[in-house]
């Protein structure tokens, strides 16, 4: 009756996903990028990774804790946004360099009926100026410099956009889904080799007094992994959280404290009380696309990721209607001797790196906050336009891509030259019902802004922002401004069949910049080439920010970089760390469907389901 996956599988080894989330000590050491623009440190790739199946339901985060914590919402009987919040909750302790209530959240959900989405994306202070990071000769401030204290922090959102969808999807009681988290605060969780590694890898620590008390050692060395970390004060906000609901952040005495830890910093901020008691997640129309036979939606903006993996499967659509030669399909990965075990071909990387170029392009000039600027979106996505994008795609690589001028310009503006760098973690579930959630949420940088308010991390999302506001007189859609939310690459995605409607798949990344990258190539190993979710997600990840095309290092053979340089492309091979979780609808040989998840090899995360 339905248009299900049929999934072709690379097994690697039949070890449990927990148990190699756990002893990723034994992995390789992390290697320094040629370019500083990974989000967070490389820690090894898991090479014993699997799908993992389900017939019920399945829920897959960044830390297997969080994941088993999503699992047990699901074994109540609750809905799969109850799911994201109870992993929500755990991701803030257990994986606080990455995400936490002190951040922000895009989710897109599927209710059985229809798609909707939730914008929990922070937003500038009131007091905010569009000179924010400049210097006062005028310049840009170095990005560590805006990044450490105050001066960073915006109005964090993941909070009230979960309690936005708890209202209107939740089945388990709010208090219910923060009790795992309670627990592992109390009773403490043992520090995973990446947290150790990224505290490790942090000078910045040293500096913070309570980050310093609560991940090193006395005599400053950095807590090793294994380590049991209780974190009581932590647990005793989630109490106050279950039991008020999200007022206990953005109002009362932890409201005060972090304004005070904002405002007081040597490096100031201007949030206040009452740009956390005006906070307001928002429920926006989904940007859903077609892409061959299946349906694709994504966050619209100030989310660039949803229009950007649009545009990226639209133009490679077009190229191939327009010359078959150029059809994806045929391209399946090969085997390889590299750890991944498996490599795209070149004329893949060739066609996909194109494509988003010409995608990055138009993202820089085009997207941001569509409430405070004109955003094109339908001329962005716009088959036509599209078709002409491809046409500028051919055997050699065009270098560097320019915007193009889509339907439904309004306004000329600048490119928005910001720094790439982001923290983000990543969270997926389904539920009995089948309904499905994917959801993005971030507190930017690892570790945000280091400023630490009762056991959680704030974010130093403002640096998302443009640094400079206007270029050769023109502004920059994506500037600072009061109130206004900054461009994200966060594409938590969902799936369709486009004929029957039916709900296929919902994954997600996280990776900055290179979110777009991941679930982009994810996405098409999952439709195009019909691997597994594991074998998609473990793919070795590659693409063009427009600039030299991006090989995940240690990952791709000697052929294939040097069929790229022979097209003309500038290759660097450089830490590619994604965290992409999928979970796909699958029917096997007999005809019976089922959940099927795959979690990323390249950090600790796990996909567990009954």
């Not at 008691?277 to 990721?305: F, H, I």
């Not at 309904?435 to 971030?442: C, P, Y």
Request: hydrophobic share 40%; charged share 20%.
């Amino acid at each position: 009756m339905f248009s299900t996956f049929h999934l072709s599988r690379y097994r690697l080894s039949a070890l449990s996903l927990i148990a190699a989330a756990l002893t990723l000590a034994a992995c390789s050491a992390p290697t320094s990028s040629t370019l500083p623009v990974a989000p967070e440190i490389a820690s090894g790739y898991r090479t014993d990774l699997q799908t993992q199946y389900a017939s019920k339901h399945m829920a897959a985060a960044a830390n297997p804790l969080a994941a088993e914590a999503g699992r047990e919402m699901l074994r109540q009987g609750g809905s799969a946004i109850d799911a994201a919040i109870a992993m929500q909750a755990v991701l803030t302790l257990v994986e606080p360099q990455s995400s936490g209530i002190g951040g922000g959240a895009l989710i897109v959900l599927w209710d059985g009926k229809a798609v909707r989405t939730y914008d929990g994306r922070e937003t500038a202070p009131a007091g905010a100026t569009e000179r924010l990071f400049l210097q006062a000769d005028g310049k840009p401030m170095p990005f560590t410099q805006a990044q450490i204290g105050g001066r960073s922090v915006g109005t964090p959102g993941v909070l009230r956009a979960l309690e936005l969808a708890h209202q209107k999807h939740g089945r388990l009681p709010w208090a219910q889904l923060f009790e795992p988290a309670i627990k592992l605060a109390e009773q403490g969780f043992a520090i995973s080799p990446r947290l150790h590694q990224l505290i490790a890898s942090d000078s910045s620590i040293r500096r913070s007094p309570d980050m310093a008390a609560y991940f090193l050692n006395a005599d400053g060395s950095p807590k090793a992994a294994g380590t049991q970390l209780k974190n009581p004060a932590l647990a005793a906000v989630f109490k106050r959280i279950a039991k008020e609901g999200p007022d206990a952040l953005y109002k009362g005495p932890i409201a005060q404290e972090i304004v005070a830890k904002v405002q007081g910093h040597a490096n100031p901020g201007s949030l206040s009380l009452n740009d956390l008691n005006g906070y307001s997640a928002k429920e926006r129309a989904p940007l859903c696309t077609d892409y061959k036979r299946w349906q694709v939606c994504g966050m619209p903006p100030p989310s660039s990721g949803g229009i950007a993996v649009a545009q990226i499967l639209g133009t490679l659509q077009a190229l191939e209607t327009r010359d078959p030669r150029f059809a994806l399909a045929p391209l399946k990965p090969v085997k390889t001797s590299q750890p991944a075990g498996i490599e795209p071909a070149p004329e893949a990387v060739h066609l996909i790196s194109e494509a988003e170029r010409l995608a990055y392009a138009d993202r820089a000039l085009y997207v941001a906050d569509a409430d405070f600027v004109p955003v094109p979106v339908k001329g962005l996505v716009d088959p036509a336009y599209l078709a002409d994008r491809a046409a500028l795609i051919g055997d050699r690589s065009m270098g560097t891509a320019k915007p193009g001028t889509p339907p439904g310009i309004q306004v000329a503006y600048a490119p928005d030259r910001s720094p790439l760098r982001i923290s983000t973690s990543q969270v997926v579930a389904v539920d009995d019902e089948g309904g499905g959630v994917s959801m993005t949420t971030t507190v930017e940088s690892a570790f945000g802004s280091h400023l630490m308010v009762q056991g959680f991390l704030l974010n130093n999302q403002m640096t998302d922002f443009s640094f400079i506001p206007e270029e050769n007189g023109q502004k920059v859609a994506n500037r600072v401004e009061p109130g206004k939310r900054p461009r994200s690459s966060m594409a938590p995605t969902l799936i369709f069949d486009r004929q029957s409607g039916e709900f296929l798949a919902t994954i997600g990344s996280p990776g900055g910049s290179q979110i777009i990258e991941y679930v982009a190539k994810s996405t098409i190993g999952l439709l195009d080439w019909n691997l597994d979710p594991q074998a998609a997600i473990s793919l070795p990840n590659f693409g063009s920010r427009n600039g030299p095309t991006e090989l995940e290092q240690g990952q791709f053979s000697p052929a294939l970089i040097q069929a790229l340089k022979d097209k003309g492309h500038s290759v660097n091979e450089i830490d590619m760390t994604s965290g992409t979780q999928a979970i796909v609808r699958v029917k096997d040989a007999q005809g019976k469907t089922s959940w099927a998840g795959g979690a990323d090899p390249r950090r600790e995360g796990a996909a567990l389901g009954d």
